[in-house]
Every structure is written in structure tokens, then in C-alpha cells.
């Protein structure tokens, strides 16, 4: 059983940053890939960043790129979102995934989450 859980979520102001960090749990850290996925109320849930097992490969949606860096220490089990120059609309609560699918474009290819954490950017 995997279990993901997600800290560093908090009320920020435009401009401010956030560090998300996410614990996994479970089965072999190294045999997932891992992302960060984000959704505010009313709209879908997507995919805002997304590393390779290997830490060697990672993608970002269009809004976030420059702003936000994901990473991975494969020895402390934990994900890391370091998202810098937060706007209003990054606003959501984002949630911690792991899949064995690669590109993990789609919540239809994630295999775990976690319960997410809140991130609400005042303007």
C-alpha cells in the first residue's frame, strides 16, 4: 500500500512562495514517478508538474514554467514543489501522485494520491 502525504500548503500573498513537500510511503520509492496535480473548486483537476522515477526528466504545465520547480530525494522518500512568484490563480488545493505511467499527463494515469494540501494566493 502506498501512501502519500502532503505538507506546506498555507494562505500567501501575490509574489510570495510555498514549498510543498510530499512523504511517500510504501513500496519502493524509486519505482514511481511522481507529481504534483492541482485543482480549484469548480474546474478539473490537472497536472501542474511531473518528474521520472530517475529525477532526470520533468515537465511542467505551461502557467507554471519558470515559476515553479519540482523535485525528488529518492533517500528521503519526499517530492518537492517549490513554487516562487505565486499568483492568484495558482490558487487550489494540490495534490501528491504516483504512478508507474510515464507521461503522467492525465489523473487517469496516476495510480496513487494523497489527500492534498490547500494553497489559497490573496491578490
Known amino acids: 500500500q502506498v501512501q502519500l502525504v502532503e505538507s506546506g500548503g498555507g494562505l500567501v500573498q501575490a509574489g510570495d512562495s510555498l514549498r510543498l513537500s510530499c512523504v511517500v510511503s510504501?513500496?519502493?520509492?524509486?519505482?514511481?514517478?511522481l507529481g504534483w496535480f492541482r485543482q480549484a473548486p469548480g474546474k478539473e483537476r490537472e497536472p501542474v508538474a511531473t518528474?521520472?522515477?530517475?529525477?532526470?526528466?520533468?515537465r511542467y504545465t505551461d502557467s507554471v514554467k519558470g515559476r515553479f520547480t519540482i523535485s525528488r530525494d529518492n533517500d528521503k522518500n519526499t517530492v518537492y514543489l517549490q513554487m516562487n512568484s505565486l499568483e492568484p490563480d495558482d490558487g487550489a488545493v494540490y495534490y501528491c501522485?504516483?504512478?508507474?505511467?510515464?507521461?503522467?499527463?492525465?489523473?487517469?494515469?496516476?495510480?496513487?494520491w494523497g489527500e492534498g494540501t490547500l494553497v489559497t494566493v490573496s491578490s
Open positions: 501522485a504516483a504512478s508507474t505511467n510515464w507521461p503522467m499527463n492525465d489523473p487517469g494515469d496516476i495510480n496513487y
Open positions: 510504501g513500496p519502493p520509492f524509486s519505482n514511481y514517478h
Open positions: 518528474i521520472t522515477w530517475s529525477g532526470y526528466s520533468s
